[in-house]
């Protein structure tokens, strides 16, 4: 990925591969953290950035049952608007 990774108009998303524009729920980081059944020394860790929805389209249906950071930012968001 091409330019300064701190300007959020430069986040692309690892699944459709455009760019993310900051929104409620976008961008989402995903924090990738291997061996995280060893020893701190052991694992490693690299983030990938995606929107919310390109992230819930890959969950296996099972999987989107336990997807609840959505359901968390609408809720907030009726909260800001009162």
Same mark, same amino acid.
């Given at each position: 990925?091409?330019?300064? /990774?701190? %300007?959020?108009?430069?986040?692309?998303?690892?699944?459709? %591969?455009?760019?993310? @524009?900051?929104? =409620?729920?976008?961008?989402?980081?995903?924090?990738?953290?291997?061996?995280?059944?060893?020893?701190?020394?052991?694992? =490693? %860790? @690299?983030?990938? $950035?995606?929107?919310? %929805?390109?992230?819930?389209?890959?969950?296996?249906? &099972?999987? @989107?049952? $336990?997807? $609840?950071? !959505?359901? /968390?930012? !609408?809720?907030?968001?009726?909260?800001? &608007? &009162?």
């Amino acid at each position: 990925m091409d330019g300064d /990774l701190t %300007n959020k108009s430069h986040y692309k998303c690892c699944f459709c %591969n455009t760019i993310i @524009q900051s929104s =409620y729920s976008d961008p989402c980081a995903i924090d990738i953290l291997i061996n995280f059944d060893k020893s701190k020394k052991e694992q =490693y %860790n @690299q983030v990938f $950035y995606c929107h919310m %929805n390109c992230f819930k389209r890959e969950l296996s249906n &099972e999987m @989107q049952s $336990y997807f $609840y950071l !959505e359901s /968390l930012v !609408e809720s907030k968001m009726s909260l800001d &608007e &009162e």
